[in-house]
């Protein structure tokens, strides 16, 4: 930890470390051997005291009329001394550019054999105060409200500094994340996740590259679509597109972060790119080690067999998660009009979990109170593969024209066993499951925009393929009948293994014309085939779905202002569907436990929603922002998750109450909200932000004399960021979400408060963040379950409250940015998190 935090010892590793990756010359053309010279020289301030400027960008270019390629770059040191080594005869630019400061330029000329050239002292003036006005102007608000999209400046949010794109979503209206690392909105955890606007392959909360394992560093602006056109994917609630960043400059840019939390949490993070002529080189590692703890505590009522059971389950638990992702990236401009990415990342992960539980069963009416000890071990390792090529065609001659083309794959290998050993009472139970899953995922797509010749009017088209082929298998082993003690053997009536295959083909077609009166509209229709084709190994089960839909979409918008967006009015309409995935109709019992077991509904339908939004954003002279949206969403063949006591297996399990949970198409349902943000700057060192929702939740009953069950329900977040002084950021953050119903339950409320603060130091160089979550410790995950047959209520507390230092060093021309913080990991965190 000392080496990472000392200045001098970081850029000299980090030296180091770039040279090592370069081949020989590449920072420097080669030459015949006696004509290569070191140039030197120190930048200062311009001013009276000619203070040393650490840490400028020098950039060496040649001054030839055919040639201006880059041949050297450096940085100065903390005396504002800097050197180039290797650099051949001939003529050359040399400039130095520091922040706050105009850029110096000077002719530089090495005679042939001449081995050393010494500039001498080059000052730089002071940048203009016209100039940091402008900067202070353009200055974006954390989350910024757009008419049916959502913004997160993530550099500007210090709540989710050294954490993932899921804390960035914790920033969002109606968005919310459970303890797995699951996120939904307005509900739904069915979403679209693109990253810069193309498909990624990436899971939300499930197997594979999931959003608890973006770092938050790595990205500029996450973008949240609650009311998609057609061009985009109709499943789900809605699109999350992730924008990465983007280093232009020329040279290494970037920067190395390392965050450490209290009770053993540690997140390193390097992220690197090369810009030289017309290619860009990205590099990037992203790692964690964390360990999380927990308590939780499960009691059920039941009424099983003619008998009232009452049992309860209290659980001490441990996670140690491990991810490694590496990505490496190159950019390159084949033409002024046209460009060619490829990107490459593998991921590794494994997760540790173990909980220590107390397991009770009484009878109702006998005092005899049957008492075990349950220890349950889960080992989980992933590996992960994924890539991507893409490429962009403009026409200089057609502004707005332009052909885009993506194509990628991702594969994804599991392991996942699971085991539960039960003692007491003089015998030994449980079980140890066994599950592998081989998913292979490729998806291409390919767009076209084309403008009107007046320029008010656009088209756009586009086709998608996204497939998947997945093998998986789950061995289940329980205790001999005869030798408790003796190894789990292979319980082949529980045990399965399948193959599934699903294809996606889409096209879609929109229109948008701006019209007269401050009037725009838009309209489009998207058509989507699901074709779903699986079985299990023994020809026990079998899923085949085949369906195809048209999904139309339209929007109508009016500026109501003198100028474009200080006031605007927009009606917008999607019809949308959620498809069950194949796990979802295996009609087989998948064990978690051995009292929980998940089985699949071979006739579940797809879920098909009519999604209406009425919005208007007023933007005031003030600075203060006004947005406010009212949405309702009419559900067809509902899709509900529901437990229920299996009878059979809790006669013959004899581990006391088993329940079971499937998923069932019941009814329709209407869902009406309202959403509002609130963002005004109180003084210049004091902006404060509020935003809350408030929906009418309604979930179809299971019941057909039984009307289905409807309760308000929202949250509430505020936000107040703080500058006492120039380089030191304060912020402080609090949410609050109430009661929200369930299938068969409801979810109990909670909240919580974080605070992170900042330093910028060493002329923007470095920064160190130190970040508290969940300071009162109040954040807990309480629900209850009521059916006339079981009442379940449980009780999880995950460690949230956690103290996290954070250091950043920026590379190159990267530097820290007011209000902008990158280190300091996240709260929370979760499976994978």
């Keep these: 930890m000392s080496f990472l935090l000392n200045p001098n010892a970081l850029f000299a590793f980090t030296g180091l470390a770039l040279a090592a990756t370069l081949p020989q010359g590449a920072l420097a053309q080669s030459a015949p051997a006696a004509t290569q010279a070191t140039l030197s020289g120190t930048a200062v301030d311009g001013g009276a005291k000619a203070e040393a400027l650490p840490f400028a960008t020098v950039l060496l270019r040649r001054a030839e009329a055919a040639d201006t390629s880059l041949v050297a770059s450096g940085q100065t040191s903390l005396e504002g001394r800097f050197e180039l080594t290797k650099v051949p005869a001939g003529t050359y630019r040399l400039r130095i550019l520091a922040m706050g400061y105009q850029g110096a330029v000077q002719a530089v000329r090495v005679a042939p054999g001449q081995t050393a050239v010494a ?9 203009t105060q016209r100039l940091a006005e402008v900067q202070v102007t353009a200055e974006k608000a954390v989350v910024q409200q757009e008419l049916g999209k959502t913004v997160i400046n993530v550099e500007k949010d210090l709540s989710s500094v050294g954490g993932t794109a899921v804390n960035v979503l914790e920033n969002v209206p109606s968005v919310a994340v459970d303890a797995s690392g699951t996120v939904s909105l307005r509900g739904s955890s069915n979403l679209t996740i693109l990253i810069d606007g193309k498909p990624a392959g990436t899971s939300n909360g499930g197997p594979g590259p999931r959003l608890d394992q973006i770092p938050a560093s790595q990205i500029s602006q996450v973008e949240v679509m609650t009311n998609p056109s057609a061009k985009y994917d109709a499943s789900g609630s809605g699109v999350i597109n992730i924008i990465t960043k983007k280093n232009k400059p020329e040279g290494w840019n970037g920067q190395a972060a390392l965050t450490v939390g209290t009770q053993d949490k540690y997140s390193p993070n390097l992220s690197l790119s090369r810009h030289h002529g017309k290619a860009t080189w990205n590099l990037s590692y992203y790692g964690q080690d964390q360990v999380y703890r927990s308590n939780s505590r499960n009691s059920q009522t039941a009424l099983t067999n003619g008998k009232q059971l009452l049992t309860t389950q209290d659980g001490t638990g441990r996670n140690h998660s491990q991810n490694h992702s590496v990505g490496v990236g190159l950019n390159y401009e084949l033409t002024k009009e046209q460009t060619l990415s490829v990107n490459v990342q593998p991921h590794w992960e494994r997760h540790l979990e173990s909980e220590y539980q107390n397991l009770t069963q009484q009878t109702a009416g006998d005092p005899t109170v049957t008492s075990q000890n349950g220890d349950l071990q889960t080992d989980v390792n992933v590996k992960v593969l994924s890539s991507s090529a893409d490429y962009r065609h403009t026409w200089e001659a057609h502004k707005g024209r332009e052909l885009t083309a993506n194509a ?38 390919v767009d076209y925009v084309l403008p009107s010749a007046d320029g008010k009017g656009k088209f756009e088209t586009g086709v998608k393929l996204e497939g998947q082929r997945t093998t998986g298998r789950a061995d289940m082993r329980k205790p001999s009948p005869t030798d408790p003690q003796a190894e789990f053997q292979l319980d082949a009536a529980n045990s399965f293994a399948y193959d599934f295959s699903q294809v996606m083909p889409a096209a879609y077609a929109t229109y948008q014309r701006t019209l007269a009166h401050g009037w725009s509209a838009q309209g489009g229709l998207r058509t989507e085939a699901t074709l779903l084709h699986g079985s299990v190994a023994d020809g026990r089960a079998r899923v085949d779905k085949d369906y195809i839909n048209l999904f139309p979409s339209a929007t109508v918008a009016r500026e109501l202002g003198k100028e474009a967006g200080q006031s605007r009015l927009q009606l917008s ?32 339908l797809p879920e098909f929603s009519h999604n209406l939004e009425l919005g208007h954003q007023l933007n005031l002279a003030n600075g203060a922002s006004v947005t406010t949206t009212v949405f309702a969403r009419f559900t067809e063949q509902a899709i509900q998750r529901l437990r229920f006591i299996d009878n059979d297996a809790t006669r013959d399990n004899g581990v006391g109450l088993v329940t079971a949970e499937t998923y069932r198409n019941y009814g329709s349902t209407t869902n009406l909200g309202l959403e509002m943000t609130w963002a005004q700057p109180l003084a210049k060192w004091w902006r404060v932000q509020a935003s809350g929702s408030l929906y009418r939740s309604q979930i179809a009953t299971n019941a057909a004399d039984q009307a289905n069950r409807s309760a308000l329900a929202g949250n509430v977040r505020l936000s107040n960021n703080f500058t006492p002084r120039k380089g030191l950021d304060v912020q402080l953050t609090g949410n609050v979400r109430s009661t929200v119903l369930t299938a068969q339950g409801r979810q109990l409320p909670t909240g919580g408060i974080d605070i992170a603060v900042r330093q910028r130091l060493f002329s923007d160089r470095a920064a160190l963040t130190l970040r508290v979550s969940d300071i009162l410790n109040t954040q807990v995950r309480r629900s209850e379950l009521a059916t006339p047959e079981l009442q379940t209520s449980l009780y999880n507390k995950r460690e949230t409250r956690v103290g996290w230092l954070g250091f950043t060093w920026y590379i190159g021309a990267t530097k820290a940015k007011a209000g902008r913080i990158e280190s300091g990991p996240s709260g929370g965190g979760g499976f994978g998190g």
């Design 408 to 445: 990628g794959f991702v594969g994804i290998w599991a392991t996942i066993p699971v085991s539960q050993v039960i003692t007491g009472g003089g015998t030994r139970g449980g079980f140890r499951q066994d599950q592998a899953v081989d998913a292979n995922i490729f998806f291409g797509q």
């Design 119 to 127: 500039l001498g002292t080059l000052k730089l003036s002071a940048a």
């Design 573 to 604: 309409y999607a019809r949308r569907l959620e498809r069950p995935d194949f796990m979802q109709q295996l009609p087989l019992q998948l064990y978690q436990d051995p009292r929980n077991y998940r089985t699949g509904n071979p006739g579940l």
